[in-house]
């Protein structure tokens, strides 16, 4: 974070500007020596895997363990052997897009002010509790999310709008398990913020349960948020820009879910995620009737 100084005695501000800069210098050379250490540990890799372990990459994983090169090297490994078998960077919209088509889970037009890529959330909308179904909607939704961050951004912040929720509408504790387990451990440090808008107090009794689930640090960026309150007020006003903010968040914009609009766009973002991997992408034919509908006028009515 960049400051401004005030100072006008030169002979106290210039040292401590140089002290200040050392210090960093050092931390950061002692992350990148971990960084080395851990690419070492690793061992040679190849394909996908290597293409996954960018230094920003490494540098997340070994926040996540407190920057131990050993716990981020078994954090790191179990991933790898995940994404092998589970393949999040192929699964495409048309897989997923029934369990979003209420807008369960969508990416925002606007991004925080921090530069981040914006999920927004309506549990309310769940139509459905088909565990798998719903991991990989949002494990879609984060891979697409992260690929589309600005350069030198890794996080994302995450709006859930508890309009129209009920217990009916809850995922199975089960699934709620499954959905912390692979965002902790598999995408660590890609939240800055999960912001609770609003809960029902019910839900307060659903998150007792789950939150034992929740690591330490992932559980702090966790936040309760009610519109009636000063301070909640201030973090979203510190967040967010409240001309892009929909009102159900507490800003002044329309907040309304267009699934096809939606799907064409995702279907955009299918063919970038494949040229970035490496694989054919190959459209369906939901996609294909997307775009038909889109491009093909019809013609006018002879008399």
Not at 50 to 74: F, G, H, M, S
Not at 161 to 179: E, M, Q, Y
Not at 232 to 248: C, R, V
């Amino acid at each position: 974070m960049l400051s401004c100084w005030g100072s006008q005695d030169s002979m106290y501000s210039v040292p401590f500007f140089r002290r200040k800069n050392s210090k960093n210098q050092d931390i950061d050379s002692l992350h990148d020596a971990k960084v080395n250490e851990l690419r070492a540990a690793l061992g040679p890799l190849s394909g996908r895997s290597l293409q996954y372990c960018t230094d920003a990459c490494l540098r997340r994983y070994l926040e996540a363990r407190n920057w131990n090169v050993e716990k981020a090297k078994k954090m790191l490994e179990e991933t790898l052997q995940w994404r092998s078998t589970y393949r999040p960077e192929q699964i495409c919209w048309h897989e997923v897009a029934d369990v979003g088509k209420n807008g369960l889970i969508s990416r925002a037009d606007f991004h925080d002010r921090f530069g981040r890529i914006v999920l927004i959330m309506r549990p309310g909308m769940q139509k459905t509790t088909a565990g798998e179904g719903n991991l990989r909607h949002l494990v879609y939704l984060v891979e697409n999310a992260i690929l589309s961050l600005p350069e030198g951004q890794e996080q994302m912040t995450w709006l859930i709008d508890f309009t129209g929720w009920s217990l009916n509408t809850n995922v199975p504790i089960k699934v709620a398990r499954d959905i912390i387990y692979v965002l902790q451990n598999h995408y660590p440090e890609r939240l800055a913020l999960i912001a609770l808008y609003d809960p029902p107090r019910i839900f307060q009794a659903f998150w007792k349960v789950v939150s034992y689930f929740v690591d330490a640090k992932s559980f702090h960026k966790v936040q309760f948020l009610y519109p009636s309150r000063k301070e909640s007020e201030e973090i979203m006003k510190s967040y967010f820009d409240a001309e892009n903010l929909p009102t159900e968040f507490g800003g002044k914009k329309s907040l309304k879910y267009d699934h096809e609009e939606f799907s064409r766009l995702m279907a955009q973002e299918d063919e970038k995620t494949a040229k970035f991997w490496g694989f054919d992408y190959k459209p369906s034919n939901i996609v294909s009737n997307l775009h038909l509908r889109e491009e093909v006028v019809p013609e006018p009515l002879v008399e």
